[in-house]
């Protein structure tokens, strides 16, 4: 059983190296955006960047297929009776397992879709103009005035900074996820739009919140430029 005690510890320590793998495919995304704020296009750079987070990508994927690959052995191996040569057994899988990731595209990955969009962003500032999501939808509201400068960030619920923005599809608010989630629950689905003045009458479905991923981008270079600020001062 000893055996089982040293996979244990090593599953640990890779654990650790996944987070790294995390933090630098932020870091990358992060640099990224430096680029685009500061209105950098030098094509190498975007290049490096696109190789930088490809690595990532593999180096993931490497991981969790050798993670998965233990995991199945592991398993096994407790529920069989007879010695099982583990090294062979993980080897075996993590063939299985790679072939199948292969087929992949590292381009598929959801960080470097958006490594590829803040490039887009760096390439074409001026696309930016029309992605800022425009709130709210409905005439006779007040809140139609907003421009782009101040966009609302405020969760209309929580009446708090949105960290997570998801978008009612019908009626194109947006709210903070975990606070909207919770006014769902607690009204027992029959949650209506907290946006005073909403015309849509329609209880809010987990269903109808879409993740506002341009929102959550505008969130995050806001917070950035506003931690920036208070660095500088
Ligand atoms: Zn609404």
Do not use: W
């Not at 640099?31 to 500061?38: G, L, N």
């Not at 950098?40 to 490809?54: C, G």
């Not at 490497?62 to 069989?80: H, P």
């Not at 087929?103 to 930016?128: C, F, G, S, W």
């Amino acid at each position: 059983m000893a055996q089982f005690a040293v996979i244990e510890q090593a599953k640990k320590s890779l654990k650790t190296v996944q987070e790294y793998i995390k933090v630098g495919m932020e870091t990358t995304l992060d640099v990224a955006q430096d680029f685009a704020d500061s209105k950098i296009e030098s094509e190498k750079e975007i290049d490096i960047l696109k190789s930088v987070m490809k690595d990532y990508v593999q180096m993931e994927r490497d991981l969790d297929d050798f993670m998965n690959s233990v995991e199945d052995v592991t398993k096994q191996a407790a529920q069989s009776q007879e010695t099982v040569d583990l090294e062979e057994a993980v080897e075996g899988r993590l063939q299985v397992y790679k072939s199948k990731s292969q087929k992949v595209p590292l381009e598929n990955h959801e960080k470097y879709v958006d490594l590829a969009e803040k490039i887009t962003e760096i390439l074409h500032p001026d696309r930016q103009v029309d992605s800022v999501p425009q709130t709210p939808a409905y005439t006779g509201d007040e809140e139609m005035v907003l421009t782009q400068t101040d966009v609302n960030t405020r969760c209309p619920y929580t009446g708090k900074d949105m960290v997570h923005p998801v978008k009612n599809r019908h009626c194109e608010h947006n709210y903070d996820r975990e606070g909207i989630l919770h006014y769902i629950k607690t009204k027992k689905n029959r949650a209506k739009c907290p946006v005073s003045g909403c015309m849509n009458e329609n209880p809010i479905q987990k269903e109808d919140l879409i993740e506002n991923k341009e929102l959550k981008r505008y969130i995050d270079r806001k917070l950035r430029s506003e931690k920036r600020t208070k660095k500088s001062s």
